[in-house]
Every structure is written in structure tokens, then in C-alpha cells.
């Protein structure tokens, strides 16, 4: 039970006294009516907000995983033993390395997405192109020369509040082992 002083502070005393018969309040009185509504659009604003920033962040994600498995994808192909379709080796077949890379990954990606070349180990610089378009001459590849695929795509977030644009890149580099 509250002291008469706290009644007063709060608003309470002799409210049943300024109650209107038609049961609107009168001076003395605020109305609860809007409250929960207001408070209910706060929340949910804050709610859509935070799931759809989680959407778009498993978005990014999801294009970060489809770059990573393009390249692992292509630079797997290129150090496959045996011929192509095109019946040249697989790791000097630069379009179905492409290809290959493009057929798991999930998203879009283009020829220009992708860079594919060649060197001769841990801590050398690489020797050679793999263009799109065009085979490599397999002789200029030795047994243990690696092949090194780097796939790039941009991610463009949907949601213009949420700043997620970035480059995505992933290299692969895998050894090639001639039979």
C-alpha cells in the first residue's frame, strides 16, 4: 500500500473522483491506451532489422564458401591425372579448369573470375599463364610444378543500411604429378 505522499507524486489520489461517466479520464489521469502498439513497433523495427542484417550476413558467407570451393574445385581438375574431353592433360585444359571451378561453386562467375597459373613450388613466382580460351603446351609443365587457381567476385550487400560490400578472394595451389 502506497503513503498518501506517493499517491499524490504518482498521480493516484482521488482519481476515482476525476473519472467522467462515460469512463474517459479527466485532469490528473494519462491513458495506457497506444502504449503497448508504440512499444510493439519499436521491438519489431529492432527484430526485422537484426534478422535481416543475419540474412544478409549468411549471404556473404554462403559467397564466401562458393569462392572457396570454385578454386579448391578448379585447381583439384588441373592436378587430375588423365586427359581432358579435349584429350590434352587436364592441368593444360585452361578452359575446363575454368569450368570446373564454375560447375560446383554455386554462383555466377565468369572467365574473368578466375586466374590460373603455374610455379614451381613454396616461395617461387609463377611462370606462367593458364588464359581463358586456350591450352597450355604441356611440356612447359614439370612433375612436382604447382598449379595455383585464385578465384575473385564482389559481394554487394542488398540492404543499404548494412556496409557488407567487399572482394572475396580464395587461392588454391596444388601440386601436379605427371604419370
Sequence with gaps: MLRPSAKRLLGMDDARKSMVSDGRSTAGWRSDDGAGAVEFAIVAALLILLVLGAVEFGRMMWTYASVETASREAARYGTAVGPSDGGVPRYSDCDEIRNAGRLLSGIA???????????????????????????????????????????????????????????????????IIKP
Design 109 to 175: 562467375l565468369d572467365n574473368g573470375d578466375f586466374l590460373v597459373q603455374y610455379d614451381n613450388g613454396p616461395g617461387t613466382s609463377s611462370f606462367q599463364d593458364c588464359p581463358a580460351g586456350s591450352n597450355i603446351d604441356p611440356t612447359t609443365i614439370a612433375s612436382g610444378d604447382r598449379i595455383l587457381v585464385q578465384v575473385t567476385t564482389s559481394f554487394d550487400s542488398l540492404l543499404p543500411f548494412v556496409d557488407l560490400d567487399r572482394t572475396i578472394t580464395s587461392t588454391d595451389r596444388r601440386t
